[in-house]
């Protein structure tokens, strides 16, 4: 099929990664004789891609991207570009279905290494003599490529995550990684006032810094939802993560998503959002309705003008021609604006009062660690999926998963905001459809709030005597009989056997009581004599703390804090700190 103007050729500036796949898409005609024109638009393709890309303190990701220039044979027409966003893949089958041949393909490390050198002005020279495809042939442009690998690694040195109800995507730390959060942002922003079932309450900005590799690969294998032409979001190739993946970010800033004046100019000024026709006619309506002010009803908002502007009229004519002292007619027709400014609302956009009010939201108690949360409602309901929780981690408390998580808070949060509520709903749901036990290993962790960062406080999850017995005692949970007898080897690592060895019930079914009997009966016959050595003492005492450290490593496999001997055997290390002098303590 040929095209109505055929010196028009068709012309596909790229940009894709080391295996072909496009991540932006120009497509211009120009004509077919004028290599001087392709040379020149492309040279300004290629300053666009830089200017967006270069790098700063704030932008310290420079992706390993080629920049290419595809020209197509004579009679190739201008095809439909939005099946090339349903599929990225169907670009280069295009260009090699249709015959494109490569003119130009510059890689993006190489263009930032040449304006490093602030030899920009010799680019138009490069593009057109071809040299432009060969920017890292230098020694010197290679170790800069290199670097970038090195010292950025990828997207790993800083991901940007945007959290709503709907779960997470994630970002690169680059100029085009701004770009498409910006552009969700707006995406947002257009729907900010439109009611629908899946609509967010919350949007939450993060900050991945040295993102762990689970982040890194969710990133990597996700796929692209934005516009290669347009760069506009695409919900239906969005594929959301869920919220576990942020427990190790730190919180940037937080907005609410509710059809007000103050949610939608506070999270609007704080991403740099163009307001939409629409929004910009309820902005004003919700304007009225809570102030029935006319500040605003002339002034044209980015060129927009107030569409039922005649709707008003009589009601601000009358409220002009009433006197100022007259308090009492002012407000009746401020009330008939309000009333106006409701109707308008309900009619046109779908906003009434009943979904304009701020839900109150019921207290949540968490149960923090560094690795992320459990939320679950501050009701008697919450509290038992709580102690199953807690006797959940007290079960496992030995375990790699559990020592993993470091310590344990509990953390009371009388005024949660939209996105706690969010995580609490999702595990409270969990615990409802989950009954049986062991699945609590497949519940994921939310974040903490800044403000509520597990900084100090709560129990320690580590290998510990007291440890153990501090947390156990205090949530009043049982303890499994493996546990029970790793409890009593914590306490004779650190204490030596305990006095009534033999008639404690507590080791009367202790697996291990055979392996300490010599030791035992050792320390009896020392005892039965008069005026016995204290190093003799402890020389079998610290024996006895060795063995159990000996089987909680081997049979266990627990790393315990270093062994802190009693008496007269501690190190020279521990000499020299003040301690309280341990001695052959019965079990307290």
Known sequence: MKQKNPELILHFFVAQDSKGNPRQLEIHLIPEKEVSMANQRFTEYLRRQREMYKLSLVQSHLPDLDLCRYQFPSGVIYPDVRPFDKDNSLVPKFISENGGSMQNN???????????????????????????????????????????????????????????????????????????????????????????????????????????????????????????????????????????????????????????????????????????????????????????????IDYI?????????????????????????????????????????????????????????????????????????????????????????????????????VQALGRVREFYISNPNHSTEHYMQKHLGFFQSNPFYGELAKMPLYPIERSELLKKGGYPIEPTYHAFKQFTEDYHLSITPKNAEIFNLLFIREYGLPADFNSNKSYREFAYKGDFKPLDQEMSELQSKKGYSEKAFYNIQNRQQQLADRILGLIYKLTCPPLQLTGSAASEKKKAVPRRNKSHNPRI
């Open 106 to 296: 510059v890689p993006l490390r190489g263009l930032e290494y040449l304006y490093s050198r602030d030899a920009e002005k010799s680019l138009p020279m490069l593009v057109s003599s071809g040299l432009a495809d060969h920017l890292l042939v230098q020694p010197e442009a290679k170790r800069f490529a290199l670097a970038q690998n090195t010292l950025h690694n990828d997207p790993s040195e800083t991901l940007t995550a945007v959290e709503t109800a709907k779960g997470v995507l994630l970002f690169e730390y680059s100029g085009y990684g701004k770009m498409c959060c910006h552009s969700y942002m707006q995406h947002l922003a257009d729907h900010f006032f439109i009611a629908d079932e899946d609509k967010p309450e919350f949007v939450n900005l993060y900050k991945l810094a040295d993102p762990n590799v689970e982040a890194i690969k969710a990133f990597q294998t996700s796929t692209n939802p934005f516009s290669l032409y347009t760069n506009d979001f695409i919900p239906d190739k969005a594929q959301y993560l869920s919220a576990a993946i942020l427990r190790n970010a730190r919180l940037d800033r937080s907005h609410r998503i509710e059809p007000t004046f103050d949610a939608y100019d506070k999270f609007a000024s704080s991403y740099g959002i163009v307001t939409s026709i629409a929004n910009a006619q309820i902005l004003r309506l919700l304007s009225l309705q809570e102030t029935a002010g006319i500040y605003g």
């Open 301 to 401: 908002t980015g060129q927009i003008p107030f569409m039922h502007k005649n709707s008003f009229n009589s009601q601000f004519n009358a409220l002009q021609n009433i006197p100022a002292e007259n308090k009492g007619e002012q407000e009746k027709v401020k009330a008939l604006i309000r009333e106006q400014a409701a109707y308008i609302l309900k009619r046109d956009y779908g906003i009434s009062p009943d979904n304009r009010q701020n839900k109150e939201i019921e207290p949540v108690i968490s149960i923090q660690t560094p690795k992320g949360a459990v939320y679950l409602p501050a009701t008697d309901e919450g509290a038992v999926y709580k102690q199953c929780y807690l006797q959940y981690l007290a079960d496992r408390f030995f375990t790699p998963e």
